[in-house]
T-cell receptor, first 116, second 112 residues
Framework: DTGVSQDPRHKITKRGQNVTFRCDPI?????LYWYRQTLGQGPEFLTY????????KSRLLSDRFSAERPKGSFSTLEIQRTEQGDSAMYLC??????????????FGAGSRLTVL | AQSVTQLDSQVPVFEEAPVELRCNYS??????LFWYVQYPNQGLQLLLK??????LVKGINGFEAEFNKSQTSFHLRKPSVHISDTAEYFC??????????FGAGTILRVKS
């Protein structure tokens, strides 16, 4: 068990460019979550998947943001036409829905985005 | 909808002193409660959780928390802190295993 992996760890981009983040959850976890964290704030929920189905999206997730989990394993979060306000840490987490770890989220180290 | 209020944005404390980080939540349904710790430039690490059963929950690194349903609180305590406990601590709530809702965080600064 290697935990939740996120890539890249750091991304610097210019305003208007597109960026994509990848998350590899713990293999037996069927739920996958994306959160965004800005300086001095707690993580804010963006969206989550159960297997390949996207079950909920926050109103924070504008139409420039899209998340996928095509085979129910890894997930990608794409931000199109980045804005300076998108600068944040993007956190991925996963959890099982059964067993002793059910309902407990395990987080990755995060992907830090800086938009210049 | 759930919400979480962490009453202190920063808590300074001397090494080996006790500490309490306060957390209140609001929810119209039964909840699960969590405390996570975040060290600089790292992700969130689970400290402890309350899902059901005993209201006094023990976690890693000597931390414990008590679920108080009547006061809708889940305060985090440690009887004696170390320099290495310096970090940001987040209280979080979920209902029936759905998404976590986090508080704004409390920075614990342990001084020697």
């Amino acid at each position: 068990d290697t935990g939740v992996s996120q890539d890249p760890r750091h991304k610097i981009t210019k305003r208007g460019q597109n960026v994509t983040f990848r998350c590899d959850p713990i293999s037996e976890h069927n739920r996958l979550y994306w959160y965004r964290q800005t300086l001095g704030q707690g993580p804010e929920f963006l969206t989550y998947f159960q297997n390949e189905a996207q079950l909920e999206k926050s109103r924070l997730l504008s139409d420039r943001f899209s998340a996928e989990r095509p085979k129910g394993s890894f997930s990608t979060l794409e931000i199109q036409r980045t804005e300076q306000g998108d600068s944040a840490m993007y956190l991925c987490a996963s959890s099982p829905t059964r067993g002793t770890g059910a309902n407990v989220l395990t987080f990755g180290a995060g992907s830090r985005l800086t938009v210049l | 909808a759930q919400s979480v209020t962490q009453l202190d944005s920063q808590v300074p404390v001397f090494e080996e002193a006790p500490v309490e980080l306060r957390c209140n939540y609001s929810s119209s349904v039964s909840v699960y409660l969590f405390w996570y710790v975040q060290y600089p430039n790292q992700g969130l690490q689970l400290l402890l959780k309350y899902l059901s059963g005993s209201t006094l929950v023990k976690g890693i690194n000597g931390f414990e928390a008590e679920f108080n349903k009547s006061q809708t609180s889940f305060h985090l305590r440690k009887p004696s802190v170390h320099i290495s406990d310096t970090a940001e601590y987040f209280c979080a709530v979920s209902s029936y295993g759905n998404k976590l809702v986090f508080g704004a965080g409390t920075i614990l600064r342990v001084k020697s």
